[in-house]
Structure formats: structure tokens, C-alpha cells
């Protein structure tokens, strides 16, 4: 994929809609393609990560203590919880086909949400919306 390519699929994504297109040319030089065979397992619940992806084409599903809470298709991303606060990943990420991701690695993550207000309040409110229905799930 050239880098214009890139710079539109990135346009595509509702987090990064808010930027200008010189923005998003100098963001997509931190993101590197990577392409998962259906199955593959992305983001293993309880270990540690360090990748942020954002899903170009392809289906993946999140799950949680083995039960399937979210699937996720292009323009989604998944992957910010573990590089937001070095913790372990939240739920396991599996390609549900062959998924086509672009990747961003934590060092990368930070300075471009600490540089961008426009991309760190989608972010929260992303955050929030899967803390909300994390506490739903829970029994009791
Ligand atoms: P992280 O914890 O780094 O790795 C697993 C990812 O699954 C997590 O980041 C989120 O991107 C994603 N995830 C966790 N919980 C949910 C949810 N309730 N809905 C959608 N995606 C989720």
C-alpha cells in the first residue's frame, strides 16, 4: 500500500477524522502493515503488548474470559488499553478472517496522543464506552 493509500484509510477512521491531511501524511509514517491469517490470535487477555492497530479490512473478534463481547471491522482499532497504561492486555483479539492491520507501536502511540487533543478525546471517550460495558458484564 502506498503512503497516499494509507493517508486516505487513515481519513476512513472516525479517531482520526479530526485531523488535517499533513497531519495524518506525518501519522501514517508511524504505522507499518501487518496482515493476520484468520485465527491468529492479535492481543492474548493478561499478557503484555505493545502494538496499536487499526483494522484496514477484515473482521476480528474481542474475547473476554473465553466469551465473545465485540466484533471488529475496518476503521476500528483495538490494542490502546495495554499501551495506555503498560498493563496487560484487557480481552484477546483474534482474526475472524485474514485481517489486514496497520500497526503502531507503543513508543510511536504516546507522542502522537500526547501531541494531538483531537485523537486523545475519541480515545477517552472509546475508553470509557469499553469500561462502561465491561462493568455491565460483570454479574451482580
Ligand atoms: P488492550 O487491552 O490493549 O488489548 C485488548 C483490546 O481489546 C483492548 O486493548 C481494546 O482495544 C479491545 N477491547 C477491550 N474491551 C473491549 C470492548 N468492551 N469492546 C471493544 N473492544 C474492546
Do not use: N
Amino acid at each position: 500500500m502506498g503512503d497516499q493509500d494509507l493517508v486516505a484509510v487513515l481519513g476512513r477512521v472516525p479517531l482520526f477524522s479530526a485531523l488535517g491531511e499533513k497531519e495524518r501524511q506525518r501519522l501514517a509514517r508511524s504505522f507499518s502493515e501487518r496482515t493476520f491469517p484468520p485465527g491468529h490470535e492479535i492481543a492474548v487477555q493478561g499478557r503484555d503488548g505493545v502494538g496499536f492497530f487499526v483494522i484496514d479490512s477484515g473482521e476480528a473478534s474481542v474475547t473476554k474470559d473465553g466469551e465473545e463481547i465485540r466484533k471488529l471491522g475496518p476503521g476500528d482499532y483495538f490494542g490502546e488499553m495495554a499501551l495506555i497504561d503498560q498493563g496487560p492486555r484487557s480481552a484477546t483479539v483474534t482474526a475472524e478472517s485474514e485481517l489486514r492491520c496497520h500497526g503502531m507501536t507503543s513508543w510511536s502511540f504516546r507522542p502522537v496522543v500526547e501531541s494531538h487533543a483531537e485523537i486523545a478525546w475519541p480515545l477517552l471517550e472509546t475508553v470509557v464506552a469499553r469500561l462502561r460495558e465491561a462493568e455491565q458484564r460483570r454479574p451482580g
